[in-house]
């Protein structure tokens, strides 16, 4: 079955430590997205890719970097200077290109990784 | 600008009673779609329904439907025989032509 996989599930990150956390799809989806999730808030967009070896950043990307070497990865690095990144991480994938009136543009989502700083 | 704003922080409904989720948008595009998901204390955001700006008629997915007022700019989501398992954060979305929006969500209890 098509999906999109994210792991580790938990991750913990001792302080002045990089941490990558892994996205993987098998949809052939175009985009990719990372969210930053706090407790008891919404979604905030760290970084989004459109297309391979490209990508945007998002609202809140310092402290963060990705990449995006195939089609089907889109990684994760939450480095040092990143200063408060106990959060909840989702990404997301989705077909590009202008909007139409098919359902298929909407974003499948990873199952998230539960970052924690010891 | 804020696209996508969501009103209710948390709500509680009685259990098998209906209760509705508050969702109004902004955009100047002529065509966008609008999602619902649903999260649970585990994390995962469970896609619930979506709808077109073109489409006539209101979305529905089985116990969900999508009240899509355009002129208003809204787009409530129903959910009809609430059941225990409907406790969870609720977030509307909005796919413009680039990125999706995100609603801060609605947190919803149903009581037994």
């Known amino acids: 079955d098509g999906g999109i996989t994210q792991s580790p599930k938990y991750l913990f990150r001792k302080e002045g430590q990089n941490v990558t956390l892994s996205c993987e799809q098998n949809?052939?989806?175009?985009?990719m997205y990372w969210y930053r999730q706090d407790p008891g808030q919404g979604l905030r967009l760290i970084y989004y890719?459109?297309?391979?070896?490209?990508?945007q950043k998002g609202d809140i990307a310092e402290g963060y970097s990705v990449s995006r070497e195939k089609k089907e990865s889109f990684p994760l690095t939450v480095t040092s200077a990143q200063k408060n990144p106990t959060a909840f991480y989702l990404c997301a994938s989705s077909f590009a290109g202008t909007l139409g009136r098919r359902q298929g543009y909407g974003y499948t989502f990873g199952s998230g990784t539960r970052l924690t700083v010891v | 600008a804020q696209k996508i704003t969501q009103t209710q922080p948390g709500m509680f409904v009685q259990e098998k009673e209906a209760v509705t989720l508050d969702c109004t948008y902004d955009?100047?595009?002529?065509?966008?779609?609008l999602f619902w998901y649903k999260q649970p204390s585990s994390g995962e955001m469970i896609f619930l329904i979506y709808?077109?700006?073109?489409?006539?008629q209101n979305a529905t997915e089985g116990r969900y439907s999508l009240n899509f007022q355009k002129a208003r700019k809204s787009a409530n989501l129903v959910i009809s025989a609430s059941q225990l398992g409907d406790s969870a954060m609720y977030f509307c979305a909005m796919r413009g032509v680039m990125e999706f929006y995100f609603g801060t969500g609605t947190s919803l209890t149903v009581i037994p």
């Open positions: 949809l052939n989806h175009d985009a």
């Open positions: 955009t100047s595009d002529p065509s966008y779609g």
């Open positions: 890719s459109q297309i391979v070896n490209d990508f």
């Open positions: 709808q077109g700006s073109y489409d006539q």
